[in-house]
């Protein structure tokens, strides 16, 4: 029978076509991603071995990993208590000495080994008498050509999934690339090799002296063809190789992606704004005298930067960031100020109910003396000139001046439509999806976009998410603000924690305590919050604790936190929630408990509700993590103030998906590339793309 996938180009065939590879095999396959010959190809090694220096196994180190080999002289099962506990054991011997394997409840390893089978073994020995290695990593090697694939070379070794013996994927993956590895073409019409022809006829085939190749890789991974880096991935000649080729296929991601965001902006360019939204001062001027305070330099400094985009020939996109409390709501306000001056109405998201609401406030209070109209939009509820969008759209039609409306993410989806959207505002950017951001702008016709971040973002990820906007940044504090001091403190000092809380609450301020049980907890969550509300109710009274959650609804929410503005809420128990925005100057305590089970930028997020008046402020970081590395993250916080050092560290230590958040669905997956420690290559795709897109 005919089939379609018959048609496709070879590398895009299913896995099935390959000989050796069943429905069995396809489906374990699958389960690392692997669908297409293609897949296979760029399946990328988890670390490599040297099989061609080996220990004997009289050499071994204790502590020391190692490499080494022998033939099965003896195995067996020991079963201790009933069943309750065995060990399988494994003896070889090498003609210098013996060693022993061992595997802890893992019997059916004894289907794995035959006496007479000659055996591999990476391992650490934690015994010299007898030898003893446990759980090492092992192979059995046979006889024939398979040798010549497994033994005596660099060897790959591959990330597996439960059923999938690491020989067999060798195996497959060495006659997949025999078969196939000549039609990995080069992307990009060899754009890469095109540009390094000089280069690339003087490149040498990898060579023992390891000197030369890492010489050349530093200065152009991208001089090696594609095919050839696939086929260094698998089997190099030397490690030096295996990284080359590395960088090479990250290269090749990057790039792929920079041409993405540079058509995506040279598309954004090719339309003229027909939005001049530069304004002409006459509100502005007013609001900025009635403020209360001056701009920072920064402040005005990136005011400028988005005046000129504002006026432009095309729409703007521009990235705002600012550590917390660097001001940048000021900033949106008066961005919004030269649209609405120009007669353009305005847009403005936030991440949450609270945050939107918060803003709906504060924007009201600055702009309705100025005769701007606000409206609220969110989830829950709407302001009453909004109910519905056709009564929007009449009420801009019969209202001559241009409005500004605030919402949640229920701006994207309601019928929200304004006739002429001149300037939309996201909030804390990273709460949100790339996907949500055009979703919004979309709504308008080409409006310009000032999308604001607290969340320093280390370059690599400013170069490839946001690649596609300017950036602004505010890199200044406005002055007479406390220093915030943190420490990390195991549970066991929580009764002093109190205790000092007490002494801030009585001297008239109010403290942050924030409860690390996530939004998606579920009812125990909601329970375990409840609990711990009653039980700090009790260890702070008399004063007042007030509960928030994200189960509360918008009029709830709403009361604590007008409360707890006042001040007739002293202290407010929270869940991350409050993570982002949240401004009451009068706070100066932060406790976290269980601090370890944030992200670190998460964490100096938290912090940054506190010390934003004029008071010293204190954060309190409480773990028991047992664990050293989770002690050393957390310090990070007690020595640092710096957004950026801190997200750096972050980005490092848990990866982007981390870092940005499970919302950022713009987030492409790198098979090669790593966006901790590739700024380099990303700078060179960015270059070569602009040449390529141009
Ligand atoms: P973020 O950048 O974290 O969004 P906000 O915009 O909430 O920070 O500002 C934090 C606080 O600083 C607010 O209370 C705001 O009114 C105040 N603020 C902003 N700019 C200045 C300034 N130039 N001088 C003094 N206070 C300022
Ligand atoms: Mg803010």
Redesign the pocket.
């Known amino acids: 029978m005919p089939d379609a996938t018959q048609a496709l180009p070879p590398l895009r065939q299913p896995v099935t076509r390959l000989w050796g590879v069943g429905a069995e095999r396809a489906k374990q396959l699958a389960r690392l991603g692997i669908c297409s010959v293609e897949d296979l190809l760029l399946h990328r090694p988890r670390r490599y071995e040297d099989r061609r220096n080996f220990r004997s196994i009289a050499e071994l180190e204790l502590g020391a990993p190692a490499l080494t080999r022998g033939t099965v002289v003896a195995s067996g099962t020991k079963t201790y208590r009933k069943g309750a506990k065995s060990v399988f054991e494994l003896i070889l011997e090498d003609g210098t000495a013996r060693l022993h394997c061992r595997w802890w409840n893992l019997p059916f390893m004894e289907k794995y080994f035959e006496v007479g089978n000659e055996v591999v073994v990476f391992g650490k020995p934690l015994l010299l008498k007898p030898r003893t290695m446990d759980h090492p990593e092992t192979e059995v090697i046979e006889g024939g050509e398979e040798r010549f694939i497994h033994f005596n070379r660099i060897v790959p070794i591959y990330p597996l999934t439960e059923g999938l013996p690491q020989r067999w994927l060798r195996g497959l993956i060495w006659r997949t690339l025999e078969r196939f590895g000549k039609q990995i073409a080069e992307p990009w019409e060899g754009l890469l090799l095109k540009l390094n022809v000089g280069q690339a006829s003087r490149l040498s085939p990898p060579s023992e002296s390891a000197a030369p190749i890492e010489k050349q890789a530093r200065r152009l991974p991208c001089a090696i063809p594609r095919a050839e880096a696939v086929h260094w991935l698998h089997f190099p000649e030397t490690l030096d190789a295996a990284s080359l080729a590395r960088k090479r296929l990250a290269l090749d991601e990057f790039l792929e992606l920079q041409i993405q965001i540079q058509r995506r902006r040279r598309n954004f360019e090719s339309k003229s704004s027909s939005m001049p939204c530069g304004g002409d001062n006459r509100l502005i001027k007013p609001f900025l005298a009635a403020l209360g ?4 330099a920064a ?1 005005t400094r990136v005011l400028r930067e988005i005046r000129s985009d504002l006026r432009g020939a095309h729409p703007m996109r521009r990235l705002l960031q ?9 900033v949106a306000a008066c961005a919004a100020l030269m649209a609405l001056e120009s007669g353009f109405d305005v847009a403005l998201m936030a991440p949450t109910e609270i945050l939107a609401s918060q803003h709906f406030r504060n924007f009201t209070k600055w702009f309705e003396p100025l005769g701007i109209k606000v409206h609220l939009q969110s989830g829950s509820r709407k302001t009453s000139n909004i109910e519905s969008p056709g009564v929007t759209q009449h009420v801009s039609r019969l209202t001559p001046h241009a409005s500004l409306t605030i919402g949640t993410h229920a701006l994207v989806e309601s019928g929200f439509a304004p006739e002429k959207l001149g300037l939309v505002i996201i ?1 804390e950017q990273h709460k949100f999806g790339v996907s949500q951001r055009e979703e919004l702008v979309r709504k308008g016709r080409y409006p310009h976009l000032l999308v ?1 971040t ?1 969340t320093p973002i280390p370059r690599t990820l400013g170069l490839t998410i946001y690649g596609d906007l300017d950036v602004s940044v ?1 890199d200044e504090l ?3 603000r406390g220093s915030i001091r943190t420490f990390v403190r195991t549970a066991e000092k929580l009764p002093q924690v109190w205790d000092f809380i007490r002494q801030r609450l009585a001297e008239g301020r109010q403290a942050f305590v924030v409860y690390p049980r996530v939004e998606d907890g579920g009812p125990t969550g909601l329970k375990a919050v409840t609990r711990e509300f009653e039980s700090l109710r009790e260890k702070l009274s008399p004063h007042q604790v007030g509960l928030l959650h994200g189960r509360l609804n918008g009029k709830e929410a709403d009361a604590v936190m007008s409360a707890f503005r006042a001040n007739t809420v002293n202290v407010l128990l929270a869940t991350s929630l409050i993570e982002v ?1 949240l ?1 009451v ?1 009068n706070a100066t305590v932060m406790v976290v408990e269980n601090a370890e089970a944030f992200g670190l930028a998460q964490l100096h997020q938290l912090r ?1 509700r506190i010390g ?1 008046g004029a008071h010293e402020s204190y954060c309190i970081l409480i773990s028991d993590a047992k664990n050293p590395e989770s002690r050393e993250r957390l310090k990070v916080l007690e020595q640092s103030n710096d957004g950026f050092r801190i997200a750096e560290e972050d980005l490092r230590l848990r990866g982007p998906g981390e870092l940005l958040g499970q919302q950022q669905s713009g987030m492409p997956r790198f098979r090669f590339g790593d966006l901790a420690g590739d700024l380099d290559l990303i700078r060179t795709a960015r270059e070569l793309a602009t040449q390529w897109v141009k």
């Not at 305070?293 to 920072?296: D, E, M, N, S, W």
């Open positions: 305070f001056k701009l920072t402040q600012g550590d917390v409390g660097s001001g940048k709501t000021v909030d604001m607290a505010i406005p002055a007479g925005g401004d100057p940054g934003r």
